[in-house]
DNA sequence: AAGGGATTCAACCGCCTTTAT
DNA sequence: TATAAAGGCGGTTGAATCCCT
Protein backbone atom coordinates (compact mmCIF):
# COMPACT_ATOMS: atom_id res chain seq x y z
CA UNK A 1 0.00 0.00 0.00
CA UNK A 2 1.71 3.13 1.12
CA UNK A 3 5.17 2.26 0.71
CA UNK A 4 7.39 4.88 1.53
CA UNK A 5 10.99 3.22 0.25
CA UNK A 6 12.81 6.16 1.39
CA UNK A 7 12.89 8.70 3.33
CA UNK A 8 11.31 7.37 6.67
CA UNK A 9 10.62 9.25 9.26
CA UNK A 10 9.80 12.77 9.66
CA UNK A 11 6.80 14.32 8.58
CA UNK A 12 7.27 16.88 5.90
CA UNK A 13 7.77 14.85 2.87
CA UNK A 14 7.78 17.36 1.08
CA UNK A 15 11.01 16.60 -1.19
CA UNK A 16 11.72 19.42 -3.63
CA UNK A 17 12.73 17.97 -7.58
CA UNK A 18 14.66 19.96 -10.00
CA UNK A 19 17.06 22.70 -10.36
CA UNK A 20 18.93 23.81 -7.56
CA UNK A 21 18.07 27.56 -6.07
CA UNK A 22 20.67 29.99 -5.46
CA UNK A 23 19.12 29.58 -1.84
CA UNK A 24 19.82 25.63 -1.81
CA UNK A 25 22.69 26.04 -3.39
CA UNK A 26 24.25 28.45 -0.36
CA UNK A 27 22.73 26.45 2.44
CA UNK A 28 24.80 23.06 1.19
CA UNK A 29 27.40 25.27 0.84
CA UNK A 30 27.49 26.51 3.97
CA UNK A 31 26.58 23.68 5.56
CA UNK A 32 29.84 21.59 4.29
CA UNK A 33 32.05 24.38 5.06
CA UNK A 34 31.10 23.96 8.34
CA UNK A 35 30.37 20.45 8.94
CA UNK A 36 31.85 18.54 6.66
CA UNK A 37 30.58 16.86 3.56
CA UNK A 38 29.32 12.76 3.67
CA UNK A 39 26.22 10.97 5.54
CA UNK A 40 23.78 13.03 2.97
CA UNK A 41 20.49 11.82 4.20
CA UNK A 42 20.80 13.18 7.68
CA UNK A 43 23.17 16.74 6.29
CA UNK A 44 20.20 17.38 3.88
CA UNK A 45 17.62 17.33 6.89
CA UNK A 46 20.07 19.20 9.40
CA UNK A 47 20.47 22.09 6.76
CA UNK A 48 17.12 22.33 6.47
CA UNK A 49 17.60 21.48 2.73
CA UNK A 50 13.87 19.75 1.47
CA UNK A 51 16.06 17.73 -0.73
CA UNK A 52 17.09 13.97 -0.51
CA UNK A 53 20.36 13.15 0.33
CA UNK A 54 21.33 11.78 -3.03
CA UNK A 55 20.53 15.12 -4.29
CA UNK A 56 22.92 16.81 -1.95
CA UNK A 57 25.58 14.87 -2.55
CA UNK A 58 24.93 15.49 -6.26
CA UNK A 59 24.87 18.40 -6.13
CA UNK A 60 27.88 18.88 -4.21
CA UNK A 61 29.96 16.84 -6.39
CA UNK A 62 29.32 17.65 -9.61
CA UNK A 63 29.11 21.56 -9.24
CA UNK A 64 29.62 22.59 -6.16
CA UNK A 65 32.70 21.33 -4.48
CA UNK A 66 35.35 24.28 -4.78
CA UNK A 67 37.94 21.91 -6.88
CA UNK A 68 35.64 21.45 -10.01
CA UNK A 69 37.45 21.81 -12.62
CA UNK A 70 35.90 24.96 -14.72
CA UNK A 71 35.88 25.50 -18.36
CA UNK A 72 35.27 23.70 -21.61
CA UNK A 73 37.27 20.31 -22.02
CA UNK A 74 40.54 20.48 -23.20
CA UNK A 75 41.98 18.95 -26.02
CA UNK A 76 44.32 17.40 -24.49
CA UNK A 77 41.38 15.96 -21.68
CA UNK A 78 39.04 15.47 -25.00
CA UNK A 79 42.07 12.80 -25.93
CA UNK A 80 42.33 11.01 -22.66
CA UNK A 81 38.50 10.74 -22.73
CA UNK A 82 38.67 9.29 -25.50
CA UNK A 83 41.85 6.59 -25.10
CA UNK A 84 39.94 5.77 -21.87
CA UNK A 85 36.48 5.28 -23.23
CA UNK A 86 38.34 3.12 -25.49
CA UNK A 87 39.62 0.75 -22.90
CA UNK A 88 37.03 0.79 -20.67
CA UNK A 89 33.99 1.72 -21.95
CA UNK A 90 31.37 3.26 -20.40
CA UNK A 91 33.12 3.77 -16.53
CA UNK A 92 32.33 6.87 -16.75
CA UNK A 93 34.04 7.62 -13.02
CA UNK A 94 36.83 5.46 -13.18
CA UNK A 95 37.52 7.62 -16.38
CA UNK A 96 36.94 10.82 -14.54
CA UNK A 97 39.10 9.66 -11.72
CA UNK A 98 42.48 10.24 -14.42
CA UNK A 99 40.89 13.96 -15.04
CA UNK A 100 41.45 15.81 -12.41
CA UNK A 101 38.54 18.24 -11.39
CA UNK A 102 35.94 16.50 -13.86
CA UNK A 103 33.25 14.87 -12.91
CA UNK A 104 31.69 11.53 -14.01
CA UNK A 105 28.62 13.14 -14.93
CA UNK A 106 30.50 15.75 -17.30
CA UNK A 107 32.20 13.16 -19.23
CA UNK A 108 29.17 10.80 -20.08
CA UNK A 109 27.79 13.92 -21.27
CA UNK A 110 30.81 15.31 -23.05
CA UNK A 111 31.21 12.14 -24.54
CA UNK A 112 27.23 11.64 -25.72
CA UNK A 113 26.61 14.96 -26.91
CA UNK A 114 30.35 15.72 -28.33
CA UNK A 115 32.36 12.15 -29.45
CA UNK A 116 29.50 9.67 -30.01
CA UNK A 117 28.41 11.53 -32.67
CA UNK A 118 31.22 12.00 -34.47
CA UNK A 119 32.15 8.67 -33.94
CA UNK A 120 28.60 7.36 -35.75
CA UNK A 121 29.53 9.26 -38.49
CA UNK A 122 32.74 8.13 -39.18
CA UNK A 123 31.34 4.62 -38.81
CA UNK A 124 28.91 5.02 -41.09
CA UNK A 125 31.44 6.69 -43.47
CA UNK A 126 33.73 3.86 -43.16
CA UNK A 127 30.81 1.55 -43.66
CA UNK A 128 29.59 2.69 -46.72
CA UNK A 129 33.14 2.14 -48.17
CA UNK A 130 33.42 -1.08 -47.31
CA UNK A 131 29.71 -1.56 -48.30
CA UNK A 132 31.29 -5.38 -49.67
CA UNK A 133 32.58 -5.86 -46.40
CA UNK A 134 30.49 -7.91 -43.83
CA UNK A 135 28.74 -5.52 -41.88
CA UNK A 136 29.41 -5.02 -38.26
CA UNK A 137 26.88 -5.45 -36.23
CA UNK A 138 26.68 -2.11 -34.79
CA UNK A 139 28.99 -1.87 -31.95
CA UNK A 140 25.89 -0.03 -30.29
CA UNK A 141 27.65 2.96 -28.69
CA UNK A 142 25.40 3.82 -26.81
CA UNK A 143 21.27 3.74 -26.34
CA UNK A 144 20.03 0.79 -25.14
CA UNK A 145 23.07 -0.38 -23.26
CA UNK A 146 24.04 -3.62 -24.56
CA UNK A 147 26.21 -2.68 -21.49
CA UNK A 148 29.49 -3.27 -22.60
CA UNK A 149 29.85 -1.82 -19.16
CA UNK A 150 28.56 -4.48 -17.53
CA UNK A 151 30.28 -7.45 -19.45
CA UNK A 152 33.47 -6.54 -16.97
CA UNK A 153 36.33 -6.56 -19.08
CA UNK A 154 34.39 -5.34 -22.26
CA UNK A 155 37.27 -4.38 -23.85
CA UNK A 156 35.49 -2.62 -26.35
CA UNK A 157 37.75 -1.24 -29.12
CA UNK A 158 35.32 -1.92 -30.94
CA UNK A 159 35.40 2.15 -32.29
CA UNK A 160 38.90 2.19 -30.79
CA UNK A 161 39.87 2.61 -34.27
CA UNK A 162 36.99 4.78 -35.27
CA UNK A 163 37.93 7.12 -33.02
CA UNK A 164 41.72 7.65 -33.79
CA UNK A 165 40.72 7.66 -37.79
CA UNK A 166 37.47 10.15 -37.83
CA UNK A 167 38.20 13.81 -37.42
CA UNK A 168 36.92 13.47 -33.60
CA UNK A 169 41.05 14.39 -32.81
CA UNK A 170 41.85 17.11 -31.46
CA UNK A 171 43.09 19.10 -34.16
CA UNK A 172 40.17 19.24 -35.68
CA UNK A 173 37.74 19.12 -32.91
CA UNK A 174 36.65 22.72 -32.94
CA UNK A 175 35.97 23.99 -29.32
CA UNK A 176 33.38 25.75 -31.29
CA UNK A 177 31.17 25.84 -28.10
CA UNK A 178 32.34 28.83 -26.15
CA UNK A 179 30.37 29.33 -23.42
CA UNK A 180 28.30 27.55 -21.31
CA UNK A 181 30.44 25.39 -18.47
CA UNK A 182 29.44 27.81 -16.08
CA UNK A 183 30.66 25.88 -13.17
CA UNK A 184 30.35 26.28 -9.63
CA UNK A 185 30.35 28.77 -8.09
CA UNK A 186 30.25 30.91 -10.42
CA UNK A 187 27.17 29.31 -12.01
CA UNK A 188 24.31 31.46 -10.80
CA UNK A 189 22.87 32.43 -13.59
CA UNK A 190 20.56 35.47 -12.75
CA UNK A 191 18.16 34.80 -15.57
CA UNK A 192 17.16 31.30 -14.75
CA UNK A 193 15.55 32.94 -11.70
CA UNK A 194 13.41 34.58 -14.35
CA UNK A 195 12.25 31.04 -15.55
CA UNK A 196 11.62 29.81 -12.31
CA UNK A 197 9.05 30.72 -9.39
CA UNK A 198 10.37 33.00 -6.94
CA UNK A 199 12.80 31.64 -4.68
CA UNK A 200 11.04 29.40 -2.47
CA UNK A 201 12.73 30.54 0.78
CA UNK A 202 10.94 29.41 3.33
CA UNK A 203 11.29 31.61 6.96
CA UNK A 204 11.99 29.21 8.94
CA UNK A 205 15.58 28.98 7.24
CA UNK A 206 15.47 32.80 6.68
CA UNK A 207 13.58 34.34 9.28
CA UNK A 208 15.40 37.90 8.84
CA UNK A 209 17.43 37.72 6.01
CA UNK A 210 16.61 37.76 1.69
CA UNK A 211 18.70 37.20 -0.83
CA UNK A 212 16.43 38.26 -3.39
CA UNK A 213 17.41 41.68 -3.09
CA UNK A 214 20.98 40.85 -4.11
CA UNK A 215 19.33 38.62 -7.19
CA UNK A 216 18.59 41.90 -8.55
CA UNK A 217 20.52 42.78 -11.83
CA UNK A 218 22.97 45.72 -10.64
CA UNK A 219 25.40 43.33 -9.96
CA UNK A 220 25.13 41.38 -13.04
CA UNK A 221 26.60 41.77 -16.48
CA UNK A 222 25.13 41.17 -19.85
CA UNK A 223 27.27 39.31 -21.43
CA UNK A 224 27.12 36.06 -22.08
CA UNK A 225 30.37 34.97 -20.71
CA UNK A 226 29.88 36.99 -17.50
CA UNK A 227 26.15 36.55 -16.96
CA UNK A 228 26.74 34.75 -14.22
CA UNK A 229 26.59 35.18 -10.31
CA UNK A 230 29.68 37.12 -9.03
CA UNK A 231 31.49 35.65 -6.24
CA UNK A 232 31.21 38.92 -4.78
CA UNK A 233 27.42 37.81 -4.61
CA UNK A 234 28.06 34.72 -3.43
CA UNK A 235 30.08 35.63 -0.59
CA UNK A 236 27.73 38.58 0.38
CA UNK A 237 24.84 35.80 0.45
CA UNK A 238 26.92 33.96 2.48
CA UNK A 239 27.45 35.72 5.00
CA UNK A 240 23.20 37.00 5.23
CA UNK A 241 22.83 32.97 5.27
CA UNK A 242 25.43 33.03 8.65
CA UNK A 243 23.67 35.93 10.00
CA UNK A 244 26.74 37.98 9.31
C1' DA B 1 11.68 38.82 -35.49
C1' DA B 2 9.90 34.73 -34.71
C1' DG B 3 9.36 29.88 -34.92
C1' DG B 4 11.00 25.55 -34.53
C1' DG B 5 14.33 21.95 -34.68
C1' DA B 6 18.75 20.63 -32.54
C1' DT B 7 21.85 20.61 -28.74
C1' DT B 8 23.38 20.80 -24.09
C1' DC B 9 23.66 19.52 -19.45
C1' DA B 10 21.74 19.40 -14.63
C1' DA B 11 19.38 16.27 -12.25
C1' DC B 12 16.51 12.34 -11.98
C1' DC B 13 15.70 7.10 -11.72
C1' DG B 14 16.60 2.34 -10.87
C1' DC B 15 19.85 -0.88 -9.91
C1' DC B 16 23.88 -2.61 -7.68
C1' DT B 17 27.41 -2.34 -4.05
C1' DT B 18 29.00 -0.95 0.31
C1' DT B 19 28.40 0.17 5.01
C1' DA B 20 25.86 0.21 9.28
C1' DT B 21 22.90 -2.01 12.65
C1' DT C 1 25.06 -13.33 10.10
C1' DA C 2 21.17 -11.12 8.11
C1' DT C 3 18.74 -7.10 6.92
C1' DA C 4 18.32 -2.31 6.05
C1' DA C 5 20.03 2.06 4.81
C1' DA C 6 23.26 4.83 2.37
C1' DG C 7 26.36 5.53 -1.33
C1' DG C 8 27.71 5.16 -5.98
C1' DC C 9 27.03 4.43 -10.82
C1' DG C 10 25.33 4.68 -15.49
C1' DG C 11 21.40 5.57 -18.44
C1' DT C 12 17.88 8.75 -19.41
C1' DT C 13 15.10 12.92 -19.48
C1' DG C 14 13.44 17.44 -20.44
C1' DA C 15 13.90 22.54 -19.68
C1' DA C 16 16.83 25.98 -21.21
C1' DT C 17 19.44 27.56 -24.76
C1' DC C 18 21.41 27.74 -29.26
C1' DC C 19 21.14 28.09 -34.17
C1' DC C 20 19.17 28.37 -38.49
C1' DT C 21 15.83 29.94 -41.74
Known amino acids: MDKKPCNSSSQDPEVRKG ?21 WNSLAKAAGLKRTGKSC ?7 LRPDVRRGNITPEEQLLIMELHAKWGNRWSKIAKHLPGRTDNEIKNYWRTRIQKHIKQAENYHHHQSNNQLHHPHHELSTTNSDQTTSNDNTNNNYQQASTSCHVSTTTMPDHHHHHHHHPMDAYSPTSFHHHPPPPLNNDLFP ?9 HSSTCTSQENNYWSMEDLWSNMQLLNGD
Not at 20 to 31: G, R
Not at 57 to 63: A, E, G, V
Not at 208 to 216: I, S
Open 208 to 216: THQFPTALD
Open 57 to 63: RLRWLNY
Open 19 to 39: PWTMEEDLILINYIANHGEGV
